[in-house]
């Protein structure tokens, strides 16, 4: 089982959908979460930490569910610009505090 | 601030071929890590260190080395360049190993070893 594991989609959505992507991650000593946007052929960017009570950022909520050792991202309105792959990265406390990513979620969202 | 900055963009290698990618930050940041990204899978460290003069394995760490001789910079050399080392290469830093610390990303490396 991998460590950290995403749908990869695409997801594609038209404008103003709700949709959400989930993330499972295998160890249960994990500490940190986070979600990273990457664009075609770019590096990725922090879009949000996840903290245990949930957090939202605008448009973006994350949750933690660490019963069942998963982390979702859910985006609200979405927009053209949201296109990109979202990365799950997990603080592996098991890898010397090294952060492990997944292989990304890709999303579309179309006129 | 400039932030993290990594060359080249783009290299081509012939196998066996040497070479180093080099990566810069200017946040003083103590963490800094190399990643390779191929497709259907997640980044993997490769190495990483936790300050000038420290260095460790990452998840990939045959076929290159690193050295840390000053906080700013953290380059990556190639040894003797093969095919699977085709891949997308980045640079990262941030403050610390522990906690919410953001991670910062050099703008990527494309390499294609033939």
């Known amino acids: 089982r991998k460590e950290v594991e995403q749908d990869p989609g695409p997801f594609n959505v038209p404008e103003g959908a709700t949709v959400a992507f989930n993330c499972t991650y295998s160890?249960?000593?994990?500490?940190?979460f986070f979600w990273y946007r990457q664009d075609c052929r770019k590096e990725p960017k922090l879009l949000m930490s996840?903290?245990?009570s949930g957090n939202e950022d605008g448009r973006f909520t994350a949750q933690l569910n660490r019963a069942s050792q998963y982390i979702s991202l859910l985006i609200r309105d979405s927009k053209l610009s949201d296109s990109a792959t979202y990365l799950c990265?997990?603080?592996?406390?098991?890898?010397?505090?090294?952060?492990?990513f997944g292989t990304g979620t890709r999303l579309l969202v179309s006129p | 601030n400039a932030g993290v900055t990594q060359t080249p963009k783009f290299q081509v290698l012939k196998t066996g071929q040497s070479m180093t990618l080099q990566c810069a930050q200017d946040?003083?940041?103590?963490?800094m890590s190399w990643y390779r990204q191929d497709p259907g899978m997640g980044l993997r460290l490769i190495h990483y260190?936790?300050?000038?003069?420290?260095?460790d394995q990452g998840e990939v760490p045959n076929g290159y080395n690193v050295s840390r001789s000053t906080t700013e910079d953290f380059p990556l050399r190639l040894l003797s360049a093969a095919p699977s080392q085709t891949s997308v290469y980045f640079c990262a830093s941030r403050t610390g190993p522990l906690g919410n610390e953001k991670l910062f990303f050099g703008s990527g490396t494309q390499l294609s070893v033939l």
């Open positions: 990265v997990v603080n592996g406390f098991w890898h010397g505090q090294k952060l492990v």
């Open positions: 996840v903290y245990s």
């Open positions: 160890n249960s000593a994990s500490q940190s």
């Open positions: 946040m003083n940041h103590e963490y």
């Open positions: 260190s936790v300050g000038a003069g420290i260095t």
